[in-house]
Nanobody
Framework: QRQLVESGGGLVQAGGSLRLSCAASGIIFSRNAMGWYRQAPGKQRELVAIITSGGSTNYADSAKGRFTISRDNTKNTVYLQMNSLKPEDTAVYYC??????WGQGTQVTVSS
């Protein structure tokens, strides 16, 4: 069964940190580019960060300097380390595999 399962979301104060994880199964993880997206209430889903199968990364301007995406192909897992969180980072964060699958999302809430 192909699935992506996110974890690590929660409630944090502004300036705090969270580490999101996304465990993949049923796909050839190492061959997929993996991305983190987020969707805030009333807004469209947007790309936060992406990491290619070769390990190259790209970030949304809002994430540069604060977030780090990484992957562990031995664990079929992609991570998003989020530091210096701001209230505007509040959203549901989704994991995406380039083969076309989405996770169910994990809520991140940053209080001011």
């Amino acid at each position: 069964q192909r699935q992506l399962v996110e974890s690590g979301g929660g409630l944090v104060q502004a300036g705090g940190s969270l580490r999101l994880s996304c465990a993949a199964s049923g796909i050839i993880f190492s061959r997929n580019a993996m991305g983190w997206y987020r969707q805030a209430p009333g807004k469209q889903r947007e790309l936060v960060a992406i990491i290619t199968s070769g390990g190259s990364t790209n970030y949304a301007d809002s994430a540069k300097g604060r977030f780090t995406i990484s992957r562990d192909n031995t664990k079929n897992t992609v991570y998003l380390q989020m530091n210096s969180l701001k209230p505007e980072d509040t959203a549901v964060y989704y994991c995406h595999a380039s083969v076309g699958y989405w996770g169910q999302g994990t809520q991140v809430t940053v209080s001011s």
